[in-house]
């Protein structure tokens, strides 16, 4: 995946990402913030582009930079407009769990999403105010069978 963008007062701005799905050619997405619409290369359709909307990769940072922003309390909701799969926009819906100690990191943030649909399986973020709020675990559906973690080990190693 590859996502190329700009910074302005909504914040982070994708204007192209392109995922290149295992076995098959690379896909090519046009987000036009200026026209307010959304390109899919080597298709007709297009969408319009809400205000704030982010890819799969953009997210990360901005959900970091929302977080960064609000005083967190349990049982609030960070809402981010999201580029889906299958030429749509999906409104990922994150509960703030609570504030958590994870090992070797520290303090971290824990937010939850519940699961869309069969592909956009439930997941859950951890971030990190000590780390400028970027996610240091991510949980997406079950590990053990179809899903994925990825996560930071310890943040102090290596110094």
Known sequence: MESVGALNAEGLVPQRFERAPESRRAEVTRLD???A???FDGSADTLERPAGLQDRLSWWLQIAAIAGARELQAGMHIEIEMLGLHH???RWDF???GPETLDGIGASWHLRRAAIDSVERAMDVWLAPEHHWLPVRLVMGDPATKGSALWLDDVNEGR
Do not use: C, N, T
């Open 95 to 97: 509960e703030v769990v």
């Open 88 to 90: 749509d926009v999906l």
């Open 33 to 35: 913030a200026a026209r």
């Open 37 to 39: 619409h959304i390109e």
